[in-house]
């Protein structure tokens, strides 16, 4: 693949016409691995002098922050630089010039922004059910399996199975296995299909990984963060709500509270991420296993101005429903106050609900200063003009949750325009496997407790 990734690469560099293969704006594995794989397939398999080119829809800055993509491209020998990022090619000036084709894999939606490009789609191959009154005007596939590139899979080896090399079908067999959740019933993600294919794969190829392994390796480097900045690890599954003009940022990060509040430099880091994007808090939920497998939660709440901090974490503290069970932290650190949180079954989601409370209940006399003072935040004005319009109470962050699309958002569920992608499988967010994680552990430990009959 490594030569047919270059020769694309080269592609760019002429004036003609081009074929893109395009995956979904969140560009998790699922996404980057079926755009690589059917326009790999495509372009063997295509007798019309046509050129096919897998575009990974983020910036090439954006592909660190998801983990299991990277750790992913250097398991198979991918080198990152011959990825093509959609902040590489200009897909609108292709258009213009009647040079565009489309093929949009694992979505069937352009985002407002890309409304233009809507007549070059030629076909559409995704697995989430279509949420409009017509058929987009162009060819489309999209059946309800675990992941995407079964689907790629299947065409594949349907149509040319002499062209599906080692390398290929390990990012085939991988993604599968992570999308399915390693084909575990309690979970039910897997359909027949999924585990159809996977099976074949095997057969064909019978030194891929072990599946247990390979899931194992891609869960594990989808929590990483070890090689992330403050920012990074801030941004990588983040939320935004805005109430009375007031923004925070809830983050989930996936490492020990005391090791994140230990990162040199940290306060300036928060101080330059609030005033970055415009916040005036920021509430990180820190989670991980201990060594004796059990979950583990933690808060820290970050915020310049005392009046809001205070009100924030008072509703944490007094909350009952649900009940945290905050144990303060010890810092050193100013405007920052942490937490072992009790209760490690309530979630980041389960959290949103009292943040919106607590913002809500704010009185107009909370005065957060205006202008960009030195220890951070925004002008209440400025937030609600920004922030604040229409009314929206959430507003998707960087990475899929339990309830929301990732940001970069994910397409909208038409062939162009607003509807979110949310009635088909269940998606299974770091958070969500997480939390599922968290209640087997603890339905063992309970389990182990009782006495023996």
């Not at 989808?222 to 599954?237: A, C, I, N, P, Y």
Request: overall charge negative; charged content about 20%; hydrophobic content about 40%.
């Amino acid at each position: 693949m490594e030569d047919y990734l270059q020769a694309c690469r080269a592609a760019l560099q002429g004036s003609r016409p081009l074929h893109v293969v395009l995956g979904n704006e969140a560009c998790d594995l699922d996404s980057m691995v079926s755009a690589l794989a059917l326009a790999f397939y495509l372009a063997k398999t295509t007798e019309a002098d046509e050129v096919f080119v897998p575009v990974l829809n983020i910036k090439r800055s954006e592909l660190p922050l998801r983990g299991d993509n990277v750790f992913f491209l250097q398991k198979v020998h991918i080198p990152e630089s011959l990825l093509i990022f959609r902040d590489e090619i200009d897909l609108h000036a292709l258009h213009k010039a009647g040079w565009l084709t489309l093929t949009l894999v694992d979505h069937h939606a352009l985002p407002t922004s890309d409304a233009a490009l809507e007549d070059a789609v030629a076909e559409v191959l995704d697995h989430r059910p279509i949420e409009q009154k017509c058929c987009p005007p162009c060819h489309v596939t999209v059946e309800l399996v675990g992941s995407c590139t079964t689907l790629v899979t299947e065409r594949i080896l349907q149509g040319a199975p002499e062209t599906l090399d080692r390398q290929t079908a390990a990012l085939l067999h991988g993604t599968i296995i992570l999308d399915c959740v390693n084909m575990d019933l309690n979970i039910g993600k897997a359909t027949p299909k999924d585990k159809k294919y996977v099976a074949k794969l095997e057969a064909l190829f019978p030194d891929l990984p072990d599946r247990k392994d390979i899931f194992d390796s891609l869960q594990k480097a989808k929590f990483d963060v070890s090689g992330l900045t403050t920012e990074q690890m801030l941004r990588k599954d983040q939320k935004t709500i805005t109430r009375q003009g007031i923004s925070v940022a809830i983050s989930a990060i996936y490492m020990d509270l005391e090791a994140f509040l230990q990162r040199s430099g940290l306060i300036a880091d928060l101080h330059a991420f609030c005033q970055a994007h415009s916040y005036d808090a920021l509430v990180a939920m820190t989670i991980f296993f201990n060594t004796h497998n059990e979950p583990v939660r933690q808060l820290a709440i970050f915020c310049p101005y005392a009046a809001l901090r205070m009100t924030i974490c008072g509703a944490l503290e007094r909350s009952h429903s649900p009940f945290l069970k905050l144990t303060p932290v010890p810092s050193n650190h100013p405007n920052l106050q942490a937490y072992l949180q009790g209760n490690t079954q309530i979630s980041r989601k389960k959290l949103l609900p009292l943040l919106q409370e607590a913002l809500s209940a704010c009185s107009d006399s909370m005065t957060i200063p205006s202008g960009q003072p030195e220890t951070g935040g925004v002008s209440k004005e400025q937030v609600d003009t920004e922030l604040d319009r229409g009314g929206a109470p959430l507003i998707p962050g960087l990475s899929q949750d339990e309830e929301d699309p990732p940001l970069p958002p994910t397409p909208m569920n038409s062939l162009v325009d607003e509807c979110p992608l949310d009635q088909g499988l269940p998606k299974l967010s770091a958070e969500a496997i997480f939390e599922k994680c968290s209640q087997i552990s603890l339905s063992q430990s309970t389990s182990a407790s009782l006495p023996k009959k």
